[in-house]
Every structure is written in C-alpha cells, then in structure tokens.
C-alpha cells in the first residue's frame, strides 16, 4: 500500500516578515564607456552607496547603479 501525502500550500512572505533573512542584499552594477559591466553585492546599504558614489567621480564609469536584490 502506497501513502501519499499532501504537502501544505506555503504562503508567500515578504522580505520584512521572513525571520530567516538576518539582512537585505545590495547589488552596486557598475556600468563602462567601453559596454564591459561590474558588480559587487553588499550587506549593507551605506556601504554600497558609497562604493557607487567613488565609482562614479571616475572618467571612464558611465553609469553606477544599486539595487536591493533580497
């Protein structure tokens, strides 16, 4: 005899409710004049705006992103 089981239908939480994450990720893309693209994921946000803020003031960036990815 073969048992089935019925797994629960799980509920979506959002990223303040969900007690597994201890913190959000930041991802800082750093775009070139030449097209060639870098970037760098932080955990903490003051320090991915500063990363991209020195990027910027560089003559050869031409555009620096952040974004919270989680």
Do not use: C
Request: proline content about 3%.
């Amino acid at each position: 005899m073969v048992v089935l089981q019925v797994m629960k239908k799980r509920i979506p939480t959002s990223f303040r409710e969900d007690a597994r994450r201890k913190h959000h990720h930041w991802l800082v893309t750093l775009y070139y004049a030449d097209g060639m693209r870098f970037s760098r994921l932080y955990t903490n946000h003051g320090r991915a705006d500063r990363f991209a803020e020195r990027q910027r003031r560089s003559p050869i960036v031409k555009m620096a992103r952040v974004k919270q990815v989680s």
